[in-house]
Every structure is written in C-alpha cells, then in structure tokens.
C-alpha cells in the first residue's frame, strides 16, 4: 500500500458519484430482486393479463404478511451474523396456546389484549434463546434447532394437539375486518384485511430500530465481528437478547394473525416453514454471514416469494415448480452477489 | 538498569499500573507490571513477541481483567476496567488487527464509538446522524484522508489496507481521547503516511493526550522521542528517555542476550545456476529477468506497489506469469498453479502468514506435515502418524522453535514461531528453491536472528533462495545480492555487501522518476 494508493482514493471518491448499474447492484443488491420481481410480474401479465387485477394483488399482499413479519425477525438476526430457525416454532408456540387459554378461560379478552399478549409470549421464548445464544456460546443455528425442537415438543405434549376449528369470535372477527373494500369487476366482494397494516408498521419500526437507534448500529456492528464490536464497548449480551426477543416479538405476532387469518388454530401448522422463509431474507439481499441487508430488500425478497407461489398457476405452470423455480431463483441470485463482491 | 520515569509527582498522572499479575492458566503472563504514564508524554512499548505487551495493552483498554494488583486511572483505584470504563476515562486503542466493522462505513468506524460511549454503552438510544459525519469529519482530516461524502460512506471492506490503518488511527482521536494506544500501527504504511502519523502524534502531544506505541521498528521510536517502556517474559526490565538507549541495548534488554546486527551471510553461492527467469510478464511485472544460483540467496525490494509481490506470487504460481520463461536447473517449467511450484521443488512462504499460510486451529505438527500428507498415507489413505510427527519434530528442531509440544495449536504460538512453522513445513519437501515474501514481517528481534540463522543454513546446504522484503537490514544482513524493482522492472542490482541502505532506496525512489520521464 503506498502514498499512491491514497492520493487515487482521494482522486477516484470525486469520480465515483457517475451512475454505474454494477456499482448500485454492488451497493444495493436488493436491486436484482427489485428487477426478478418486476421481471416475473411483466412475463405473468404478458401471459395472463388478469394478474394485474387488484384482487390477485389483494391476494399476494395478504399472503405477504406473516411471511414478512417472520421474514423482519430473520433478517435484523442475520444482520446481526445468527441465524433463526426457532421462528415458526415460537410462533406455533403462542398463537395456539393463546387461543386456547381465551377460548378456554378468558372469552372475553379484546382483540388488543390478545395482540400484545402474542407479542409478550413471543418476546418471552424469543428472549430465552438469546439468553442461551449468549450464555452458551454456541452458534445461534443450535441453539435454535434445540429450542425449535423443545418448544414444538412442548406445545404438542403439554398444550394439546386438537385442531381448533371455531376460533374465539373477537378473533375471527378481527381476521375478517376490512382496511377497505371493493366489487371487482366479476361482481365478488374484495378485501384488504386490516390486519395488512401490521406488516408496513413493522417494517417501519425495523426500519427506524436500524437505522436510527444506536441499537441498529449495533446489531450491524456485531454482525460485522463479535469479538472487535465487543472490544469497542459494545455489550453483546444486550445485543443478543434484544435481537432473539424482537424476533419473538415478530414471531408471535405473526402467529396470531396467522390464526385469526384462516380462522382456524392448528398447533402442526407453521413449523417447516423456516427455509422459505429464510431463502426471502437471502434473496432479498441480506448475506446469510450476516452484517449486510436492508429491510426494504427483506420486503421485496418476501414479494418475490409470495409471488413465485401465487402466479405460477396463473402462467399454467404447475404448482409443484414453485420450489424449483424459487430454488434456481436463490441460486442465480447467490452466484450474482458473489461474482459482484469478487470483481469490486 | 531499572531507570524510572522523570517527575513521578506531575499533575500530568493519568494511569497507574500496580503489581499487576496475569495468568492465563498455567502460564505467568504478566509478573507484576509497574507503570505510570503521564498525560502529554509518548511511551514504547517494547519487547519480543509474547513478552506481555499485548496482555497489558489488553489490560488498560478492558479487554482483559488483570489476575491480581490494582489499576488507577484519573485518580480512581479499579481492579478491572471494562471496555466502556475505559473508553470513557479517554483510553483510545488502535488495535494491531484495526479492530474495524468490516461492513460499516467510515464515518460510522471513525465515529459511532463517541456516541456509543457517550450512551455509556447503552443502546436504546437514538442515533445521531449530523454528529457522526461532523465527528468522522474532523478525525480524518487529521490523519489526512479525505472527508468527502462518497468516502464518508465508503464501506471499510472496501478500503486499502493502507486507508484502513489511517481510519483506525482517526477512530482513535476521533474522541476527546487522553491516552492513544497504538499496536503496530505503522506496519502497512509507507514511509509518507509514517510521517503524516509522526505529525499526528506531535499534534496529540500538544494537546496533553499520552501516546503509547507497541512497535518492532526502533527507527520510528527515536524519531518520535519519549519514554521507552522494555518487556521480557512478564517483567518490566528497563524504563526511561529511549535516546538513553542505544538499538543494540534495547534489542539486548528485550532479548536477554547478546544481539550482533553484524551481516549474517557467511556462505558463497555455488557455481551451478539454479533457476533463471527470463522476460517474465505477470501484472504489474514488465519483462524481469534474472537468475539464481545454488546456495544463494537473492534480495528483491521496491515499493509496494513496485511489483516485487507479483513477481514472488508468479514464480510460486499464486497468480501465474503471462508470458515468459522460468528455468529450473536447466529444464523449462511451467508454472501455473502452486501446485506446480510444489511439484517442481518451488517452496513459497507467503506475505500473509495468518490468512495464506497457516492452518490456525490445527497443530504445530499438522502444519508441518500439511505438504507431504500424500507421502505419508498409504494406499487405503491412512496417514502414518509415527512417522510424520518423527518428521515435525525433526523440523521444528531445525527451526528452533521454543516449544516441544507438537500438539499445541498455531494460532497459540508467537508470531516468530508461527514463521518457523511455515518454513518449516516447506522444508519437509526439501524444495530447491525457497521464496520467503516479508519474512520477518510483525516478527520480534530474538526471532528475527533464529530465522536469519534457519535461512543461512538452507542456503549452506545448496538451496536457492529469494528473498523479498521492504525490510532493507534484512536484505543487506542475508542476501548476496540485492535486485530493486520499480514501475514492474528490475532497475537496480546491488552486492549486498558493498551496498548501504540509502542506495537502496534512492534505487526503488529516483529511479521511479527516470522511468516515468
């Protein structure tokens, strides 16, 4: 490294602000998922020009929410260098337990109540594995498998294996209460549920714990280096137990949309879910070592997968490509980001 | 011998080691550490490598908790410091390894720790945006970077190795800092950003910061001036003004024993030629040609970006030549991977030793026998184990390295001794030709002359080898002759025994400017 090689750092930052496509995927990789996603919309409405009614898009924003709200919690976690696969597990864990206590004890709690208490409980679990990932020293992906493992087991041993059928109503109710609502062109009804809402407010409040708080340093700094972001003061045991607990947070929150959603409560449902929604974070930019990613990119990479799964029928592929073409999707995506990293 | 520091009773006291004692299991690291260090004063910290410095720099920014004694700082009588404790008495430390966010931006290496530690570490806080850039902004313009907005939010992995040193250094005084610690910091700049630094640090001195420099390089500690602080094996054994000291002094203080910097070359080159390279082109390298004969060994310098490195990593097939021709004894060898290096009898100790050498988590005696693996298996792939460590023992004994204990993990060994085990393990393929690439780079007095001496006796025994370095003692004590390369060309050959450290470099300067006209 010579003096050179300074004085061309101090030339070439001047020079740099032109606009090169390669340097923004380089810097916001969330770009290739922006072009995937507006690529597959563009050939599905190509084929099949009714994907562009508002009731498919209704539709895909619907099905975006509990995967996005899972899919914030694994990225603000793999941002920080771990990873989660306890997720769905927590999720599983509150949305059914809580169904059965108001259903069996307290009918009349408010929906709000049972909201926050989703997200209590999922805090709670979430903020155990933090605890076992700090103190354990054991490298996040174990120790989730472990507690994915211990919770699901809790819940079918302890809590019950009966698939709840007739929700309390106040639940129901709250998954059937439109944000707005329209005729379409075919004379149905269509509905944005409100619950739609929660996933933008989610996002934002991810968004500003990242970028505005010094805790959203953190996370990145730790997902830079552990051990350097330690050494500069940053306490990594704070770190962690925020981190697993907000992704709880998200976890049970989703959860009990997830139920007041289909209406039903059944305690198999969700885990086995985790790698797709994984493969959303990583597609959206995020590297899966962790310290990079953006909550916008983690958004589109949800959209895209949402997508995949919802239109492919639309085009007439069968529903049963939907894995393969997600599984090219990761792959291309992967191979993209690397050679972007290598070439610099 | 024990010479204390001057005015122990200044206003200026701002921290105080007392017996401090570390253990790390069984070994003593520190064995009762008494040190004062007044505001406004620079310190060096010297030693070979393992002598305690790092445990007791460690120790002062709260990295580590001392075994036993006390630590005083502003006043206030700690047993242990913690990070933010630390931080926020005004310890600044610039880490040997920079200790930077990859992933983060400059501004945000440079600055965030002010906030960070002005929340006394806590983190539900909000984050100030204007504040860093003002911060980040006026942390890099002295140590002379620029603070443009593209820079500011250049992300670090991004940046030269050179560019990351300075921005660790602006971290450092970035903050109202009172004491700067700084491990090594100079080892990957040039002689210009040497100078810029010197400056930076006359500028914290005048502003009452204490600097405490860890370093190898004992021209720098004169031109800085202030207290020399020496260490060997846990003990402080000599403190006071550094211009009382002489190098060979110091070097005897921290070794223990009797260092001559007299020329190590004793041998003379065999008559048989070796290798001969002809209008090799690689990147950066412009058509070098050159030759070495059995038993010598050749010195090849530049700047940096000169070529030199190039010119190693073409030879021993890390990144191939593109056109040219490399003669082994006679025979043209193509070189295009490493592999082919190895199979030719081409060894090469690279730069990097902890990223490109050595298997850090592995054993002393897994290193060694890293490269004849295939030999000592047999057919079903199962390797002889008695064999191979009858092999590593006989190598590091030949290599002088300080522990019997083949078992014991690389990443546990001193810097020197992890350079032995490199060699070493080369010397199981008896390559002929060896390319050492810095090899003493980061590596203390004591170890340097053990290497010297390995080096001497492997020319002796008839090897060719190439010595490239920016260390010019180095060269001129070993080499038989000195190649100085610039602009990707050889541009000035020199015997080493007649040439002097200043026609060396006045060889890899001006010539850049003639080359250039």
Known sequence: MSASRIEELQESTSETRSFSLGDLIRRRPETITLMLLVAICVIVTAINPGFLQPSTLIDIGRASVVMGLFALGVFIILAAGGIDVSFTAIAAFTMYSLTVLVLNHFPATPIVVILVAAILGGTLLGVINGLLVYHLKVPSLIVTIGTQYLFRGFLLSFIGTVWIMSLPPQMGAFGRMPLFQFESANGAVVTLPFYFLILPIAALVTWWILNRTLMGRAIFAVGGNANIASRLGYNLRTVQIFLFGYAGALAGLAGIIHVCANRQANPFDLVGTEINVIAAVVLGGARITGGTGTVLGTLLGVLLIVVINSVLVMVGIPSTWQRLVVGIFILLAAAFFVTRQRKK | ?517
Not at chain 2, 44 to 63: D, Q
Not at chain 2, 410 to 424: C, D, M, T
């Open chain 2, 1 to 517: 011998m024990l010479a204390r520091a001057t005015s122990e009773q200044g206003l200026g006291r701002f921290l105080e080691l007392r017996n401090i004692q570390k253990w790390f299991g069984g070994v003593h690291a520190l064995r009762g550490i008494d040190l004062t260090l007044q505001l406004g004063e620079a310190y060096h910290l010297l030693g070979e490598n393992g002598c305690g410095k790092s445990t007791v720099i460690k120790i002062m920014s709260g990295a580590l908790e001392p075994s036993a004694g006390e630590i005083v700082l502003d006043g206030r009588t700690f047993t242990a410091l913690t990070p933010i404790q630390s931080l926020a008495a005004g310890i600044e430390t610039v880490y040997q390894d920079l200790s930077l966010l990859p992933n983060l931006t400059v501004a945000e290496n440079v600055a965030l720790n002010e906030q960070l530690v002005g929340a006394n570490g806590r983190l539900a806080r909000l984050f100030d945006r204007s504040r860093l850039r003002q911060t980040a902004e006026r942390a890099l313009v002295t140590v002379g970077l620029p603070t443009d907005r593209t820079f500011l939010n250049t992300t670090v992995s991004d940046l030269p190795l050179a560019a990351r040193q300075l921005v660790a250094i602006a971290r450092a005084i970035a903050t109202r800092a009172k004491l700067v610690i700084m491990d090594e910091p100079t080892t990957s700049l040039t002689r210009r950003e040497v100078d810029n630094l010197i400056r930076v640090v006359e500028r914290l001195r005048s502003e009452n910061v204490a600097v405490l420099f860890v370093t190898h390089k004992l021209d720098e500690c004169y031109r800085i001036g202030g207290h020399a602080i020496v260490f060997r094996d846990g003990q402080c054994v000599a403190q006071g003004p550094i211009e009382n000291y002489s190098k060979k002094q110091l070097a005897e203080l921290m070794t223990g024993r009797v260092i001559d910097s007299e020329r190590y070359r004793t041998g003379k080159p065999m008559a048989a030629e070796l290798l001969n390279v002809s209008r090799l082109m690689a990147a950066g390298v412009e058509e070098v040609s050159f030759g070495v004969r059995q038993g010598e060994i050749l010195g090849i310098t530049g700047l940096a970006d000169s070529g030199r490195n190039e010119l190693a990593m073409a030879i021993a097939g890390v990144e191939p030549a593109g056109s040219g021709t490399i003669t082994l004894e006679g025979r043209d060898v193509s070189i295009r991977r490493p592999a082919d290096a190895i199979a030719n009898g081409i060894g090469y100790v690279p730069e990097d030793r902890l990223a490109e050498g050595l298997f850090l988590d592995k054993s002393i005696f897994e290193n060694e026998i890293a490269l004849i693996i295939t030999k000592l298996s047999n057919a079903l792939g199962v390797v002889d184990k008695e064999e191979g460590r009858t092999i590593a023992a006989r190598l590091s004994e030949e290599m002088r390295l300080n522990t019997k204990d083949l078992d014991l993990p690389v990443g546990a060994l001193s810097g020197g001794n992890q350079q032995r085990v490199l060699i070493g393990r080369w010397l199981s393929i008896a390559p002929k030709l060896l390319v050492l690439h810095g090899p003493t780079v980061g590596v203390d007095v004591g170890s340097k002359d053990t290497i010297y001496r390995a080096i001497q006796s492997l020319a002796e025994a008839g090897m060719g080898l190439i010595i490239v370095s920016d260390d010019l003692p180095e060269l001129l004590q070993n080499a038989d002759r000195i190649l100085v390369m610039n602009n990707g060309r050889v541009v000035a050959e020199f015997d080493a025994e007649q040439a002097t450290e200043d026609q060396l470099y006045r060889a890899m300067l001006t010539s850049k400017m003639e080359t250039v006209q």
